[in-house]
């Protein structure tokens, strides 16, 4: 028997139907979303400051080569 | 007693609840919410006698299972014994499916091709799903063998993955080492996560 492929058409639940299924305290989903909150702006700003830094070490932006 | 409802986005993830897995137990809960699912284990399932029975219920609600066996292998601690907790699910899983097929899919995970034909020669024929034991391996294959419209890139999958990971939220969520990261109530927090993580990266599947 070959390995299984499913094609899925159940339609997908809104992500806020899905996190209420979890049944985690209002508190706490409080303290997990700013925590990534936190993550999110810090990956945000590592996404900016990475292309500089490349470019202060002479490396080609991906940008950059791809304009040429 | 009647079996329960089938859940269709429920995915029964039969893995190993242990520290060298983890990277692949947040791939797997990440990817699978990504593509619209809600994983589900079993180790929310309180101990004793009728264990087995709310084991079992709980693939009965799921409409697919992840059986993951590439960590199958002898414990170092003497004496050295192989746990047979997830070939006996897959058992379980293997005959609830052939009694309703329509109502259970499951699917074979490996690390390495052939280990399979060789650790249980019974299952020879059926091809696993072989992730190399990397995250891009399980987000891969994920999206292989689970197909659907608008489905996001491995990339974007790698995107949710690193921002839950990147920001050691893991490590807080475990609470430095006090709290089992394969407990109910850490498991429904890391799906928190991966739902943020998904609401968060661009091109997830819309509802």
């Not at chain 1, 159940?10 to 997990?32: N, S, V, W, Y």
């Amino acid at each position: 028997m070959p390995r299984p492929v499913a094609h899925i058409t159940a339609p997908i639940e809104p992500l806020e139907t899905r996190i209420k299924r979890l049944r985690i305290p209002k508190a706490r989903q409080k303290e997990l979303l700013a925590i990534m909150d936190e993550a999110w702006t810090r990956l945000a700003v590592e996404r900016v400051k990475r292309p500089i830094i490349s470019a202060q070490r002479g490396e080609k932006l991906e940008s950059a080569s791809a304009t040429r | 007693m009647p079996p329960p409802p089938v859940n269709p986005n429920a995915v029964f993830l039969n893995i190993p609840y242990d520290d060298e897995f983890q990277k692949l137990y947040l791939a797997y809960i990440v990817g699978l919410s990504q593509l619209g699912f809600d994983p589900c284990i079993t180790s929310g399932v309180p101990g004793g006698e009728r264990r087995l029975d709310r084991v079992l219920a709980l693939i009965q609600s799921c409409r697919y299972s992840i059986h993951d066996l590439s960590r199958i292998e002898l414990s170092a601690a003497p004496p050295a014994t192989p746990r047979f907790n997830m070939p006996l699910e897959l058992g379980l899983t293997i005959t609830w499916a052939k009694l309703h097929p329509k109502r259970h899919t499951w699917f074979l995970w490996e690390s390495t091709p052939r280990r399979v034909q060789k650790s249980m020669s019974d299952l020879d024929g059926t091809d696993p799903y072989i992730h190399f034991g990397t995250v891009e391996g399980v987000l891969r294959e994920l999206r292989n063998a689970f197909v659907r419209d608008n489905s996001p890139s491995v990339q974007s999958m790698m995107e949710a993955y690193r921002l839950v990971e990147a920001r050691n939220i893991v490590g807080i969520l475990a609470g430095g080492g006090t709290r089992n990261l394969y407990s109910a109530s850490v498991f429904r927090e890391l799906c928190l996560v991966a739902l943020d993580a998904v609401r968060r990266t661009k091109d997830a599947i819309k509802p």
